[in-house]
């Protein structure tokens, strides 16, 4: 855990997270229980009520290089760096692998829709690029969305690198530029999910992992033609 200092104070108007949390939690008749004047009095609750935070308050943050790792359960402890040295937190002490059975995804590529669909990060943007797309630098790496094809199946379908493309599911669909590289494998489409102009989840399916219950936003089945 690491204190980060504020460098500069909100411009004009603009307030702080914790104070528009604490405002919004107000108006909704909880005053008593976000009268927070400060950051620091917000992370006190939290360290209160945290075993594995007990013993790092902001002062010793202000002290330590490099910051302290949790678990720390006193102001005297020095923190943890590395977990289960010895044993693992179970009763036994012993790790324990779980078996879990392959399942298909939910979609997979027929006729119809004959590739599938994968969504993740471009090195340069994070996210919604809410951030990173206010910054010229890394606008000039990356300016706008893109889907990575394979050089077979760019041959197949006659999409020349740069070419517009338009990738339907069914649920949707975008236009993209097309990068063709072999960084991806033949039947396999990658759209970065930080662009809403070519919004990659306006494609993604809607169905959840069985276990994790997590969103199946990394497989579907798609199709791509080049917009003539």
């Given at each position: 855990?690491?204190?980060?200092?504020?460098?500069?104070?909100?411009?004009?108007?603009?307030?702080?997270?914790?104070?528009?949390?604490c405002q919004l939690a107000?108006?909704?008749?909880?005053k008593d229980k976000f009268?927070?004047?400060?950051?620091?009095?917000?992370?006190?609750?939290?360290?209160?009520?945290?075993?594995?935070?007990?013993?790092?308050?902001?002062?010793?943050?202000?002290?330590?290089?490099?910051?302290?790792?949790?678990?720390?359960?006193?102001?005297?402890?020095?923190?943890?760096?590395?977990?289960?040295?010895?044993?693992?937190?179970?009763?036994?002490?012993?790790?324990?692998?779980?078996?879990?059975?392959?399942?298909?995804?939910?979609?997979?590529?027929?006729?119809?829709?004959?590739?599938?669909?994968?969504?993740?990060?471009?090195?340069?943007?994070?996210?919604?690029?809410?951030?990173?797309?206010?910054?010229?630098?890394?606008?000039?790496?990356?300016?706008?969305?893109?889907?990575?094809?394979?050089?077979?199946?760019?041959?197949?379908?006659?999409?020349?690198?740069?070419?517009?493309?338009?990738?339907?599911?069914?649920?949707?669909?975008?236009?993209?530029?097309?990068?063709?590289?072999?960084?991806?494998?033949?039947?396999?489409?990658?759209?970065?999910?930080?662009?809403?102009?070519?919004?990659?989840?306006?494609?993604?399916?809607?169905?959840?992992?069985?276990?994790?219950?997590?969103?199946?936003?990394?497989?579907?089945?798609?199709?791509?033609?080049?917009?003539?």
């Open positions: 855990m690491q204190k980060i200092n504020k460098v500069v104070d909100p411009p004009g108007e603009a307030k702080p997270d914790w104070w528009i949390i107000e108006r909704m008749g909880y009268n927070f004047t400060s950051s620091g009095e917000i992370f006190e609750e939290i360290r209160s009520c945290v075993p594995q935070y007990k013993g790092i308050t902001y002062e010793r943050l202000r002290k330590t290089v490099g910051g302290i790792h949790w678990p720390c359960p006193s102001e005297d402890h020095p923190g943890t760096p590395t977990l289960f040295l010895e044993k693992f937190n179970t009763p036994d002490g012993l790790g324990h692998f779980q078996l879990v059975d392959f399942k298909p995804p939910a979609e997979l590529p027929d006729e119809e829709y004959p590739y599938v669909l994968t969504t993740g990060r471009s090195i340069f943007h994070y996210h919604a690029g809410t951030m990173t797309r206010r910054t010229p630098k890394l606008i000039d790496e990356v300016r706008r969305g893109f889907v990575e094809v394979n050089p077979e199946d760019a041959v197949k379908l006659g999409v020349k690198n740069n070419d517009v493309v338009t990738l339907e599911t069914r649920r949707g669909s975008i236009e993209a530029e097309a990068k063709v590289t072999d960084e991806v494998p033949p039947g396999l489409l990658f759209v970065p999910f930080h662009f809403p102009d070519s919004c990659a989840n306006v494609l993604t399916i809607l169905a959840l992992d069985p276990s994790a219950k997590c969103a199946e936003t990394k497989v579907c089945a798609v199709k791509m033609e080049v917009k003539r």
